[in-house]
């Protein structure tokens, strides 16, 4: 476990803007120190790379950084519809009709499933964690204490930039729908810069009214965004029932067939874009430090919400390609020109505020969630520790919220809706991957107590699952015909988690629990896996260029801030050290 310095100082008024606030370790003292501290750089960077934080870190320590506590005041039924909020935005709309056509035809259902069913591993993953630690790091808190500093800030970098970008997307595709409201064009609310770049030349104040004023909600109250949140939600369900018991009445089960129209590598394709719809739920375990009973609350909040989802995605893809044969449906408002071709021209208006009303709670919570998960990673001096503090009387993180909300004002204000969903890449399913990891690593291995043949035999096994999920994945994306490859590869599969099954495990929840470890994990590290792979190369070049440039962030400030907080002791001999050879000069 790593000692922090107890930095608590409730006195202290919350607006504030020093040095000392934003750079208190003593590798940024001065120039002098930063220079030293930047020549112990492999040293430090290989002591943070292997350095686990604890649970009682996370829980107590960390959380004395923000001054003061965020207040409890979220229930199972709060969780729930923050879960339907995030998930159910414009992705079932929008996403729907060009997979349909394009990819699965009406499998486009069983390509929901896959993808709910994906999601729904996850969620079994977060929930554990979620009840062991409650915290309002999420993701980055849990891989922090099994896979170790570096990993999580990597996992944490492209998570932020991607809810930074997913929140500007929103923020344009909110615009984009109001506009076509009002009339039949999406940039009609714009303002064209003919002397920018292609691409960024399309101002869009609406986008950044829209996000300024959900994020400003989030800032009031925790308590209030989930009230608005669920009274919102409901109607919206309401709306969505509406429109299944439609789709079904005017269905036609003949515009089912053929039902395989490009075969099982269609409904896997689709399945893989289709999966964002489902993205938002990690925003719901952020929440955890807020929640009253979280032994409770959580596998109810988030794993009843989920499969709500996932049902509710089902039918509402059924609905549409019985409504419609798969080669009709409108790629870019399925739903909406479905309704017209059986006379219900008033529905388009109805579809269209629907998915409005989901990208904005997509963006509430979005909102409560991104500063949370940016709360954590400041209060680890990742980055600036200014951005850890919370509010006294709102009980939110605003320094945090500001952040995001800036940042995503810009990107949404400059840059179009293609470019932003270009680089919205593959991270979460590689942090939902990593997340299936960092499980199996808190059953099978504690530090000092698992043996270290049970830990070679471990790794082995996980390698064994990795590299045959792999292996099939690169069979299905080269379109290998026959079924040797993926045979050999299922085989290795099952006895690397069935060697996994076989060891001691070190670890047994202390409440709530994931059912049937190893094989939920494991099955969830190979979906996710198949999952990234059906991305295509461009997604892999965008992680990899994003995380480069965040690399470079953490070597030239956040290993030095973390191994500060981490080594106090000494930092303060050396700290000692300096001065007296100042006071020599002198």
């Given at each position: ?42 040293n430090r960077l290989k002591n943070r790379l292997f350095a686990r934080s604890s649970d009682s870190s996370e829980l107590v320590e960390l ?80 891989l922090r204490i099994e896979l170790g500093d570096f990993v999580a800030f990597i996992a944490a970098a492209n998570i932020l930039l991607e ?118 739920f990690d925003m719901v375990a952020n929440m955890a430090e807020e929640t009253k009973r979280p032994s409770r609350d959580i596998p109810l ?286």
């Amino acid at each position: 476990m790593e000692s922090l310095p107890k930095t608590q100082q409730p006195h202290k008024r919350y607006w504030r803007f020093s040095k000392q606030d934003f750079f208190p370790e003593p590798s940024f003292h001065n120039l002098g120190s930063y220079k030293n501290a930047l020549s112990q750089t492999p040293n430090r960077l290989k002591n943070r790379l292997f350095a686990r934080s604890s649970d009682s870190s996370e829980l107590v320590e960390l959380k004395k950084e923000s001054e003061n506590e965020m207040k409890l005041c979220l229930t199972w039924w709060d969780l729930i519809w923050l879960g339907f909020g995030s998930v159910v935005g414009s992705g079932i709309f929008s996403i729907t009709g060009q997979e349909t056509r394009n990819d699965a035809g009406p499998a486009i259902v069983l390509s929901y499933a896959i993808s709910g069913l994906s999601a729904l591993l996850s969620v079994f993953c977060y929930t554990e964690f979620s009840v062991d630690i409650p915290v309002a790091g999420g993701s980055f808190s849990f891989l922090r204490i099994e896979l170790g500093d570096f990993v999580a800030f990597i996992a944490a970098a492209n998570i932020l930039l991607e809810a930074m970008v997913g929140a500007a997307g929103l923020g344009r595709s909110w615009s984009s729908y109001f506009a076509s409201i009002i009339k039949n064009n999406p940039d009609f609310l714009r303002i064209k810069i003919d002397s920018f770049v292609e691409g960024f030349n399309l101002l869009d104040p609406i986008a950044v009214v829209v996000l300024a004023l959900a994020n400003g909600v989030a800032m009031t109250g925790t308590k209030m965004t989930s009230t608005l949140n669920w009274v919102s939600s409901i109607i919206s369900a309401g709306v969505i029932v509406f429109i299944i018991i439609v789709g079904f009445v005017n269905g036609k089960t003949s515009n089912l067939v053929p039902f395989f129209p490009f075969g099982a590598g269609g409904v896997f394709r689709a399945a893989a874009v289709v999966y964002w719809s489902y993205t938002g739920f990690d925003m719901v375990a952020n929440m955890a430090e807020e929640t009253k009973r979280p032994s409770r609350d959580i596998p109810l909040g988030l794993l009843g919400s989920m499969s709500m989802i996932t049902v509710v995605y089902c039918l509402m893809a059924l609905a549409l390609t019985m409504m419609v044969k798969y080669t009709q449906v409108d790629v870019n408002a399925a739903y909406s020109v479905a309704f017209e071709g059986i006379g219900m021209y008033w529905a388009k208006y109805l579809v269209g505020i629907c998915a409005l009303k989901g990208m904005t709670t997509s963006m509430l919570v979005g909102s409560l969630g991104q500063s949370r998960y940016t709360t954590q990673i400041a209060r680890a001096h990742m980055i600036p520790p200014w951005f850890a503090l919370v509010h006294p009387k709102t009980g939110t993180p605003i320094y945090a919220t500001l952040l995001t909300t800036i940042t995503s004002c810009i990107l949404a204000l400059f840059t179009s809706l293609d470019v932003l969903s270009s680089v919205f890449s593959f991270s979460t399913l590689s942090i939902f991957m990593l997340m299936a990891v960092a499980l199996l690593v808190r059953r099978y291995y504690v530090t000092d107590v698992t043996l270290k043949h049970d830990l070679g035999k471990f790794l082995l096994c996980l390698f064994i699952v990795f590299g045959s999920s792999i292996g099939a994945t690169v069979l299905w994306s080269t379109d290998v015909k026959g079924w040797v490859g993926y045979a050999v590869t299922g085989v290795l599969w099952l006895l690397g988690t069935s060697g996994m099954a076989l060891l001691p495990k070190q670890r047994i929840p202390k409440v709530w629990g994931v059912p049937l470890v190893p094989w939920v994990p494991s099955l969830s590290i190979g979906m996710n896996i198949f999952l990234i792979g059906s991305l295509g190369k461009a997604a892999f070049y965008r992680f990899f260029i994003c995380s480069a440039v965040m690399l470079i962030y953490y070597v030239l400030v956040g290993v030095h801030a973390t191994y500060d907080i981490a080594h106090p002791d000494k930092q303060k001999s050396v700290n000692e050290e300096e001065k007296e050879s100042s006071d020599q000069v002198l």
